[in-house]
């Protein structure tokens, strides 16, 4: 048997360093090629800038309850900057399903550096877009009547990027298990479709049915569009009444789920979609 | 399984001295990898592919532009190395991976039929990189090939059927266990010359419509001392060795192109080329 006599090979990887660099680089290119996708920018700012000023201004006048500096886009603007960020997330995380079509997949998968790392830096990229995404149409707030106070902007800012982070490892739980591109399509369909239209984004959660209020307390979406929501209402200076119709917060039975606890609930289900992904990007060669 | 992408269902194997199923991470950092299908990223500059290939890969950060120019001016892409790998043309892709797959100096360097689909320009151009490579590098290049006269320029030879090696060696080994050597000559006297050989050669000569024919195994050497001693004028003299298409039906009874029709059967006939160089 041959001896494990190594010919000048400088000290073999594996290392926490080398994991990084790996994070980085999947992180940066995701940037590299957002910055370069001018079109699919644009695109991205079409629909929801469709739903808010086009679906929101045909709405506003037989929506009761409006005056002052508050209309209904302005109700819509937080659901709309989830919209954003969702549909953005998911496309992100999603690519992987191009890359493995393009042969790029492989290229990664083969490098000595450990899956847990490119998974990593795969959600940091595609979440990184999306706050990107999502701060772009942020820049709109002021048409719809909401104030440019850092504190807001901030706290949006924050709010989006834990979202986007969700959302993406999300996705790429999802694209682990997909084979080819047509799944996409049923994945928009089946999942990110109703995912949107559950939340809360575009119409309130008050007085809702049972049935149709029990399915938005499922979505975990829902529980990153309500903090959104009322951080900008915390901004106006809105009537109780109004606020009671448009912003109700998500309740479970009687207890009224504070801001802390929605946030908490997107970062753990996160964080399981992290591990989730890493554990099946790490059984894939 | 050397490049420690399969699982091996038996044995072992070392590359580079780290052992393929415990070792794989160690494996994967002493090689580059060249595929049959492009795995650039298209959206990617050339420079932008091979510096993430460098942070995948490890390469100590001082050393990553020295590398990337001379790897790119190898195979002639540093003047496009700003532009995006999806305007490239199907040969220019494959020369960014070959030059991807030695930057982080690999000690074997695999490749999966790297000219398969590619011109005969092209083609003549990558192997003037291998033999480049295999004159310059202490690197051992590994690569699997349908066509046969280009595993001529290859050191060692194995061929591969139903998933055995049924036998190695160097393409002149090889030819030689197949058969001799044809030569064909016309002389001024072919009666007299058959004799000449019999008595002086102790070769049974064959007489047809070309000539007179005989087998031996060195025909290169065989040839000046016929003509110096034959005896007989020689008018003309032509030569045809075994080719390594006769090499492979030998040994796996059939020619490549019916073994690509029978693919049901899981039949893979690769021929390898390795070379070592300290």
Redesign the interface.
Known sequence: M?S????G??T???SI??DL??V??VWK?EL??FG??RLRIVTAVVQPVLYLFVLGSGLAPVIPGQGGNFDFRTFMFPGVLAMTVLFTSVFSAISIVW?RE???L???L????SRWALVLGKCLGGASVATAQGIILLLMAGLVHIPYSPGLLLTLVGEMALLSFALTAFGIVLASRMAQLEAFQVVMQFLVMPMFFLSGAIFPLSALPAWLGALTEIDPVSYAVDPMRKAVFANLDVPPNLVRTFNPGISWGSWQLPIGVELGIVAILGAIMLGWAIRNFSKT? | MLCTLAKPTGGWARVAGHDVLGEPTQVRRCIGLVFQDTTLDGDLTAEENLRLHAELYGVPRQEVNVRLKRVMDMVELWDRRRSQVKTFSGGMKRRLEIARGLLHSPQVLFLDEPTVGLDPQTRSHIWGYLNELKRQEAITTFLTTHYMEEAEYCDRIAIIDHGQIVVTGTPQELKDSVGKDRVTLRTENDEQAKQALLERFELEAVSGSEGLTVHVAQAEEFIPKLVGGLGVAVRSVEMARPTLDDVFMTYTGRTIRDAEAGAGESMRAWVQMARRRR
């Open positions: 041959a494990a006599s190594v010919i090979v400088r073999a990887g594996g360093n080398d660099r790996g980085w680089i290119r590299t090629r370069r996708a890359d393009f042969g790029f492989r290229e990664m083969v490098a000595p550096v060669d």
